[in-house]
DNA sequence: GTCTAGAATGACCATGCGGTCATCGATCGC
DNA sequence: GCGATCGATGACCGCATGGTCATTCTAGAC
């Protein structure tokens, strides 16, 4: 909400004035990338003179970094929130609630999705490799933290190694999240917006993946289809 | 080997000449991808003048597409040599193959993975999202013929879907493939060329949770750590 | 030796980029 | 009313890009 980026000359605008800017940016890096996008679009988008702009954010650089730092910091409190939430629940819900939060979250920004999406897989952005290190690896620490919470609970199989599980579910969590984004990944698996009941089957077949696997003779499985 | 790509005038030429420019090429684009890829690089790279690359390749996507096929070649013979050579076999022993002949291609060739990775996850590529399509559809499709046969021999729950079960599984060996090849995925993971050790233990890892999941009372599980 | 078809060449073009800066204009204290 | 301060402005810069084309070069026919 309140910009933490940007000069000191863009801290001072009108927060109208400020939400034009960061807004037109956005609209632009998420339609386009990092290098395909334009600073003489986000002028015009956002009606002010090119040289504002960069009085602004000096580099276009430091102006991709204004946005990135808005969609890092709304999936964090999103995480963070769900965490709260479901604490004390079963893994199982807890992972479910979690995947089910990031298509909400797809639902209600896709543009700030999209430039999370452009951050994780394109190594189009700037430093783009370093923060993938850190995005990455703060999904995953969540991720290891609720694992550990159901090791205690005896809920998951005591050898399993904990890091390494958080980032074969990050990636599986990472595919599908990307893959309800774009119909391209997955086309006719039918998980995309607006098809309620396929993604719902999607999240069961992946959470069944993630804690019976493909062998049979299940005991504990509760299955129907 | 020998190109299907580019004019009449390309494939006229000398085949040292032809290699020559493919290979400045797919060295050009593997460093910066597509967009940030110069014609005036290549040109420089492979001892020609840039009227010349243009009459062998009368765009850059043109170009880029040559590039593309050779990559896309190499990459499915590879896959059927494996599949063929493992005729028979369990799954799990195939899956495991076929995961490690990935990493595999990638030591051997570098650049050409590079290129398979940026066309997978880059969007930076024209008409990305239809190659993009073509191969995963592909690789998706291949695993899922190798879980049906699993299916038949009941090394697998009748109940898994094997599309999805396909789509997941693909997902997981992309995303170990790419933290092989780029240590940004998984800093401190292990998970990099030349500790052979911590591969073994990621592929061993990896095809556990495939088959078995995280949940305890395994009855199956041979386990060693 | 001469002619010619066609490949090789690189100077050149329009375009768009990120970024700058001399100039302008509005707001303030007085 | 006046000067001073400082944000707003957009013409402008250097540069790199993908792509072109008039010209030059060369290999083969006769």
């Known amino acids: 909400m309140i910009p933490r980026s940007g000069t000191r000359v863009f801290k001072a605008l009108a927060a109208d004035k400020q939400q034009a ?9 998420a339609l386009h990338g990092y290098r395909k996008a334009s600073m003489n679009n986000v ?14 954010f000096k580099t276009k650089q430091a102006l991709f ?33 979690i995947l089910r939060a990031g298509f909400v979250f797809i639902d209600q920004q896709p543009l700030l999705a999209r430039i999370y999406f452009q951050l994780l897989h394109s190594g189009d952005a700037p430093f783009g490799s370093q923060r993938i290190v850190t ?7 969540f991720l290891a933290d609720l694992l550990r919470q159901g090791l205690e609970a005896k809920e998951i199989d005591p050898a399993v190694d904990v890091k390494r ?10 595919t599908l999240l990307r893959a309800y984004y774009t ?12 098809n309620a009941k396929d993604l719902d089957h999607w999240v069961e077949t992946t959470l069944e993946m993630i804690f019976n696997g493909l062998r049979p003779n299940k005991q504990g499985a509760s299955e129907s289809s």
């Open 43 to 56: 002028v015009k988008a956002a009606g002010i003179s090119k040289g504002s702009l960069f009085q602004y």
């Open 183 to 194: 119909d391209f990944l997955a086309p006719g698996l039918g998980l995309y917006q607006g």
């Open 165 to 174: 599980a958080a980032f074969l579910i990050n990636s599986l969590f990472e």
């Open 135 to 141: 995005l990455r690896g703060q999904a995953q620490e």
């Open 65 to 97: 970094d204004g946005v990135v730092g808005l969609a890092e910091g709304l999936a964090r409190s999103y995480l963070r929130e769900m965490r709260d939430k479901t604490a004390g629940t079963p893994l199982r819900q807890r992972l479910e609630r």
């Open 21 to 29: 800017v960061l807004q037109a940016a956005l609209n632009e890096f």
